[in-house]
DNA sequence: CTTGACTCAGAAAACGTTTTCTGCTACTAT
DNA sequence: ATAGTAGCAGAAAACGTTTTCTGAGTCAAG
């Protein structure tokens, strides 16, 4: 049915073994007539080649497996869109498996891969290192992105978390604010120490206080924003600037100061972090840290097909700065806003927010 | 290096033919003492079968190839989950190509997933179908999900938009609203024209007017969305309930609303369409139509699988039910919020907007 | 001339399965 | 008894490639 080498054989009346040289780009020396030939029959005929075989008899598939937690989670899709449209350019393809944040699944998706003909494989943002053997005794190489949990370990791509604390807490420092909170996310997650810390110098080395009072935990839902916002607005000097842990304890944050009757940006300041796809269409737009997901992705593809080029060999773990998006909720001049590459998803909401007075004409 | 076949065959001393029936799970006889030894043996030796090997033979591969628009459009992610949930309960994998809305890219995806083993394709939300006749000649079954434009066609799985709009606008109808406003997207989405004649019916129906003043047509886009509920403030009589074509137009309308001075739901009551997830964080909480993305996945998957089995019969086009969920932008009693199945993602805004009074104990 | 090296084409083996084909044994029905 | 038939095990072919091995021809150096 499908057209095969030996059609082409035939056709031309050369060897299969001929064939074969011209068609998989191999650097045996063929002659230049008989590879145009060749070439001209395989494109009439409309020969592809059959990729099991080829496989099968090569041991390499030109195909990478992604574990991801849940494709349903905010920076998953973006994550892998990265290492995707990496893979593409090199002509891999990518196996997508869940693992719904089950080790037991986890491990289910690892065999599975490594079953298939994958030749290597990225884990987004959760993995348990149970089956981590497994994985070695396959000799396939494999990256971590954005892995939440456990120490840092070779071969993973994480976001610089420590810096885009920095960049947040500088932010709000260079608008003038001196009482500076920080909305912290579970401990247990790695990147809420390096932000922790991040909050912790940019204060001191501004000579700003640190009073455990600003410093409250949420467990990143917009309710535990909220709660944590409440309880500073009721402190006898409450914070006029708040770095929140994420987007969501930020819009918590700043529905808890609108209930109290006071205003953002006006006389408290927020900031997020994630720039995540309702911060830009809020009002007002939430200033926030923008994850270079997309980027962690593609450096994760760039190390694993290194890797399986070059057979195996770990790598450091490389960290990736994120940059700061600046929008309402902290007063700072717009202007900001546009100098960020725009992300093609995120709304211009500039005609939205210059209609007010009705007159202002652009 | 791997454990194969002819490795239990010589352990176990039986030949790789009744090692294969056994392991295959082939209905040849074989008798029950020899399969014990085979699977024991199997077992310790940690046995997986060649995945590129078994498919050479067989050529069935047990892989669904995947083309999305965007794995970052808001229901790719989800459709592509529900396809993955039926697929790898199944014991399929997929393998998911972007094609970035462009033709020449999706025929790309198309012939690379050919090529690879792949049993059939789903196609998620866009299609051109200029390839199709590749495909058809891959004799590879097919299914579209979503599919956004063109005319109905066969295996594809689509959402009843005339439905959802019916649901939409008879809330509006069943909260005496009697001047209903329609917000659509563009005309040549296929959506809108079925959206539409769900408005109409309903209007009719209910023997409520119909006005050119209180039907818009907007981008889908959020700007959108505000400039139409502009002109319908400034009617003589501006509706007192509007129905956006999604939740971003929606939205666009709420803010137009409330810079005008007037209330949601107070005033006007907008319903939107698709239940993004930022309908649920926002204040007031967006009446909107779930969109049953992950159903639509999952059905795609349940045919292009019995169409795998039984080769290819070309089946009709499935339409699948929404539902309308139920929160604050048209006054409803809250009540039916929690009726709805809760989606894992949402998050309980009960908290958040009890707490208003500060007495209220719940 | 002859020899050795080099160039390139073809034959054949190999990759790890599944499945068809053969054939042996043991039982059943005549 | 004997032919026919299940029931089951093994040999071997096949799937479509890539790659090693073999060998024929050409050319340059001695």
Redesign the interface.
Known sequence: ??VKLEDIAKETGFSLSTVSRVLSNSNYPVSDQIREKVLHSAESLGY??????R??RTDR?E?IGIVVD???SPF???I??GI??YL?EKNY??????SDWDPEQEQAAI??L????VDGIIFVEYSHMTSDDILKQS?KPRVFVHRLFGSPINNSVVPDDYYGARLAVSHLVALGHERIAYINGPENWHNCRARMKGYRDTLKENKLPFRTDWLQRGNW???SG?AAAQKMLQLPKHPTGIFAGND?MA??AI?AIQ?SGLQVPNDIAVVGYDNR??TN???PGITTVNMPVGEMGKVAAEIILRQIETGQKDEEEVKIQGNLIIRETCGAPEMDRTRQGPDP?T???R??FN??PEEGND
Chains 1, 2 share one sequence.
């Open positions: 049915m499908t592809s080649p059959n990729i099991a075989a496989s099968l598939t195909t849940d494709l349903l998953t899709p973006p892998v869109r995707q449209d593409i393809l990518s196996l997508i498996v869940n065999r599975t490594i079953n298939r003909p000799k839902e917009i309710e909220y969501l819009l918590g529905y209930d796809d309702f269409i809020f009002r998803r709304i211009s909401r005609i939205l209609k007010q």
